[in-house]
């Protein structure tokens, strides 16, 4: 196959996977480990791909910093959302101090929480609501509440959150990838999900398979740090990289 060939085929993998390893491109291309490595830093310096340890990633694969409001997002991928938040209810112990972060699957999350001696403390105003209702032991950390998501942040909110340590946490996130890690469009969202991750003995991540394969501007934990608990894994590389759980399979 022809330099320019190998260079076409590459970047039309990453436009329909987002990232692709060598050792793929070995195998899909026919060619030496070091061709490869070759094609893909000179693709990087055309600005035609994000180089990486071990592969490439596509340039467009960047989700930029939009992020829509609770509305847009709260009806979608419900079935999925709702089995994940299902599984996570049951994950909570009468000793365990849970702390929950603000998102849409940890909202419904609240739903199906039943233990009534466990601890919660959360930055989300509807799962706060939620929580009371119940009559659940229940406090919110301080700071600015975020209209679009609902959730509170700044620095008050990263103060108050040193005075806690959490035996589980349950975390929201934007996006998912091998290297960026766990990733949110909002930078002051991204220090407190990095503070309570820090602050809990164990951390999880509920994410519906729509969430992999994307990356946001600001990484607020590796992979490794997190359990994933999913619907259904969609891209089996990334159990390489942490324990998941798939609660659709």
Do not use: W
């Amino acid at each position: 196959m022809l330099t320019q060939e190998r260079y076409q085929t590459i970047l039309q993998i990453l436009s329909e996977k987002n990232t692709v390893t060598v050792q793929e491109l070995t195998k899909l291309l026919n060619t030496s480990e070091s061709t490869i490595r070759r094609d893909l830093t000179t693709l990087d310096e055309m600005g035609k791909l994000n180089k990486v340890f071990g592969g490439a990633t596509s340039i467009h694969q960047l989700s930029g910093v939009y992020e829509a409001d609770v509305k847009s997002r709260e009806g979608i991928m419900l079935d999925e959302k709702k089995a994940i938040a299902i599984y996570c209810a049951k994950l909570i112990n009468d000793t365990d101090f849970v702390y929950i972060d603000a998102g849409t699957t940890t909202d419904i999350l609240t739903d199906y929480i039943t233990n009534k001696n466990a601890t919660y403390v959360t930055n989300g105003i509807t799962h706060a609501k939620n929580l009371i209702r119940k009559g659940l032991t229940t406090y919110t950390i301080g700071g600015r509440i975020k209209p679009a998501t609902e959730a509170i942040m700044g620095a008050e909110g990263l103060r108050s959150l040193k005075t806690f340590n959490f035996t589980k946490s349950f975390m929201g996130t934007n996006g998912i990838e091998l290297n960026a890690g766990f990733t949110t469009p909002d930078m002051e969202e991204g220090l407190i999900k990095e503070e309570v991750i820090k602050r809990s003995y164990m951390s999880f991540v509920l994410a519906d398979n729509t969430k992999f394969r994307k990356v946001f501007p600001i990484t607020f934990a590796e992979l490794k740090d997190c359990c994933i608990i999913t619907d259904k894994l969609p891209y089996k590389e990334f159990s390489e990289k942490t324990i998941i759980k798939e609660v659709m399979k």
